[in-house]
């Protein structure tokens, strides 16, 4: 059962964003491992298990966490503005930019007003009801 006001498909759009773009990381990073080499997997492997377990707390809807979430999301997307803008084969730079975008919309998502309520932050309160 959903809260009035509360738009299920923005739930899931948000946790699908954080969460699938740990898991792109994850994978983009072995395919460069066993491509090139040498790589170092300590942050791919932070990253996907931090955006899998904030996407777990957005659907959950803990009110508690959500700040955690918000930080976690803008992190990821400081990780991959920084190889966007390093140097790499062109291909990650341009899966780095395409999940930095992911989690910006993610933390956009996060401050809405459907995901807001699910929450717990906002009231519902219909504009269409202009009883007195």
Not at 81 to 98: C, D, E, F, K, N
Not at 102 to 124: C, E, K, M, S
């Amino acid at each position: 059962m959903t809260e009035p006001g509360v738009r299920r498909s923005d739930i899931w759009v948000c946790a699908g964003m954080l969460g699938g773009a740990g898991l792109v990381f994850l994978a983009e990073s072995l395919i460069r491992l066993s491509a090139e080499g040498a790589s170092i997997l300590y942050v791919p492997i932070a990253q996907a298990v931090l955006d899998v377990l904030c996407a777990l707390v957005i659907v959950a809807g803990s009110r508690t966490l959500r700040p955690g979430v918000l930080v976690i999301a803008v992190l990821g997307t400081l990780v991959h503005m920084v190889i966007v803008l390093g140097g790499g084969p062109i291909w990650t730079r341009v899966v780095s930019a395409v999940l930095a975008i992911a989690q910006v919309y993610a933390v956009v998502l996060l401050n809405t007003r459907p995901i807001r309520i699910h929450f717990g932050l906002d009231t519902y309160e219909n504009p269409l009801d202009l009883e007195s």
